[in-house]
């Protein structure tokens, strides 16, 4: 089968423009409506439920969670639907312990929650180390999937791509803030969803609309092996230590995290994730369909043929089912699925570094409305350079773990942090900033002493550390710091505040 | 306040009572995740036996890991729209 991917696509360029003309029509009509710091960072916490589920579920479902999963699988069966399973299951622990209590306690950043009781500075320097960290590596993975992904969906040059992606990001943001950052992911969810959705009707309408004959279709032609678990899981350990990263990365990653406070309520942050975690449930299963019909309709030859990742396996499907129109259709769903992401890392990385840093430990928390507004913006302008040049400086490189170590960096940074400060009335400032920045570097260390770094990438012949995911070592690490901290010298004063912290979590501020 | 004493015993309460809900859905959705994990790594043969045509063990059972998401989800939801809100009003009024 030839294939129309990498050449210059007339559906695709056409909707990917319409997505631009939309969503730059919207930058400007939130741009009129962002004009103090609580419309720029919270969208002047107007956002209902439904849209905040939308909104959550557009920052999360990101093209490697599209094109990645559905490639797996494609390749490896059923070894991809652990991702997909993975990924879900984060969204309930949110609910049940981050979301009501994240709206009740902050303002705009996670580190508002961690500080409440807290002293203010040392508290905001480690939160925002490890937020910034998780950000940054978040924001490498998406922008040379962006690059690669549109050179070979649209045949643009890689440069072109990362400068047009961090570009038209910073419109989003710099203008249109978080009112611009949630419609854009809204859309964005929509049109993802109703993609995937439409796709995955088409290919089971060749299987009389049951997947259960696609299964089975594929188990005949590759083998049974496919419907079981195979090569990808070697290590049970590695397999835990990625589940534990997966589950509780998603209760601390900094852009999830911040959509909380765009709603006007706890109540409607927790109707929001019930939305949520309905859409992406419902996503993550179209991937099953998604992988195992590119599996059979495509093949696996042809899909490693164009990208030896299977990356392209969605998009090969999309043009196997519904010809080059809609391999154009896809491809623009999955240009536009990056750039949101990339515009909600970026207003969170934005936050951190304007409201923690700049804010509340440079200006001791005086700072006026117009002066918060403009550090947030130039903060904003700091981070699309940055991003632009990280983009084009990993060109070539292996990144793949990056979206793993980022998980990994949440879960072990962020999540203890977090949850203790709302659940232990005897975390001390000392504990809190030990764990942030435990989590951080024995991430980054395992991370580095890994077979992903040192045989992967080095070509070393060993590595001193076993794991690829380090998250069951330094997830249990940081609570450990964070408790064996606290006790060693309680604060007495700090204790004490939590009752009020406790009112404030359940009861609001109102 | 005419009675603090009595108005902070009645936050501890619900914070209990939120806290016992949280925990006991946490720790159900990470036995469902987990045993799912463990099979995966340490009983691959059961996981790969068809449980119908097309569809195998594991794979059903990954399904159900979704759907056991949901519907914790869904409780605590359900939960928190009845139990939780009416004992916050009871504490606001």
Redesign the interface.
């Known amino acids: 089968m030839t294939s129309a991917i990498g050449e210059p696509n007339v559906t695709a360029i056409a909707f990917f423009g319409l997505f631009i003309v939309l969503s730059l029509g919207i930058t400007v009509w939130a741009s009129r409506r962002t004009r103090t710091a609580d419309h720029f960072y919270a969208a002047g916490r107007s956002v209902t439920a439904f849209q905040n589920g939308l909104a959550l579920a557009g920052d999360y479902m990101s093209a490697a969670s599209f094109l990645g999963i559905a490639g797996l699988v494609a390749l490896s069966g059923?070894d991809g639907?652990?991702y997909?399973?993975?990924f879900?299951?984060g969204?309930?622990?949110v609910?049940?312990?981050i979301a009501?209590p994240l709206r009740n306690l902050g303002r705009y950043t996670f580190a508002d929650v961690v500080a409440t009781r807290l002293r203010q500075t040392p508290i905001r320097i480690a939160a925002a180390i490890g937020a910034l960290a998780v950000i940054a590596f978040y924001l490498i993975a998406q922008m040379v999937g962006a690059g690669n992904l549109i050179r070979l969906l649209f045949g643009l040059p890689y440069e072109a791509a990362v400068v047009i992606v961090g570009v038209v990001m910073l419109a989003y943001v710099l203008f249109g803030g978080m009112i611009a950052t949630t419609w854009v992911q809204i859309v964005k969810a929509v049109l993802l969803l109703g993609g995937a959705t439409l796709l995955a009707g088409l290919v089971l309408s060749r299987f009389n609309f049951n997947?259960?004959?696609?299964?089975?279709?594929a188990?005949a032609t590759y083998g049974?092996?496919v419907?079981?678990?195979?090569r990808q899981?070697t290590?049970?350990i590695d397999?835990?230590s990625l589940?534990l990263a997966l589950?509780l990365g998603t209760a601390g990653l900094p852009h999830i995290l911040m959509r909380f406070y765009t709603v006007p309520d706890a109540?409607t942050a927790?109707?929001s994730?019930?939305y949520a975690?309905?859409v992406i449930?419902f996503f993550?299963?179209l991937t099953?369909i998604l992988g195992f019909g590119a599996m059979v309709i495509v093949g696996r030859e042809a899909i490693t043929k164009v990208d030896a990742g299977g990356n392209m396996a969605a998009p090969l499907l999309a043009e196997a089912v519904g010809g080059t129109p809609f391999l154009g259709f896809i491809a623009a769903v999955a240009f536009a699925t990056i750039l949101a992401v990339v515009a909600g890392l970026t207003l969170s990385g934005a936050a951190t570094l304007s409201h923690d840093l700049w804010v509340n430990v440079i200006r001791g928390a005086h700072a006026s409305e117009r002066e918060q507004f403009l550090v947030a913006r130039v903060a904003t302008i700091v981070l699309a350079i940055i991003s632009i040049v990280l983009g084009i400086t990993f060109k070539g490189q292996n990144v793949a773990y990056m979206v793993g170590l980022a998980f990994a960096i949440a879960a072990s940074a962020n999540f203890p942090a977090l949850v203790l400060s709302i659940?232990w009335k005897r975390l001390t400032t000392a504990g809190a900033q030990a764990s942030m920045i435990t989590g951080t570097v024995s991430t980054l260390a395992l991370i580095y002493f890994s077979p992903t770094i040192q045989l992967d990438i080095l070509k070393h012949a060993e590595a001193w550390f076993p794991l690829r995911n380090p998250g069951i070592v330094t997830i249990p690490l940081s609570f450990v710091v964070a408790i064996g901290v606290s006790l060693l010298k309680p604060v007495e004063a700090e204790e004490r505040r939590f009752?009020e912290l406790?009112?404030q979590?359940?009861?609001g501020v109102d | 306040m005419l009675w603090p004493h009595m108005s902070d015993s009645n936050l501890k309460a619900v914070s209990a009572a939120r806290w016992r809900m949280a925990i006991l859905l946490t720790t159900t959705m990470m036995v469902v995740y987990f045993g799912f994990i463990l099979l995966v790594a340490f009983n691959k043969p059961l996981l790969g036996r068809p449980f119908v045509g097309g569809l195998s063990i594991g794979m059903l059972l990954g399904v159900l890991v979704i759907v056991a998401a949901w519907v914790l989800t869904w409780v605590y939801v359900r939960w928190a729209n009845t139990h939780y809100d009416a004992s916050l009003r009871g504490l606001r009024s």
């Open positions: 059923f639907l652990i997909s399973i993975g879900l299951v969204w309930p622990i609910m049940f312990l009501e997947p259960l004959a696609l299964f089975a279709q188990s049974p092996s419907l079981a678990p195979g899981v290590d049970p397999a835990i589940g589950m109540k927790r109707t994730v019930g975690t309905a449930g993550y299963l099953f659940f009752a406790e009112r979590l359940h009861l």
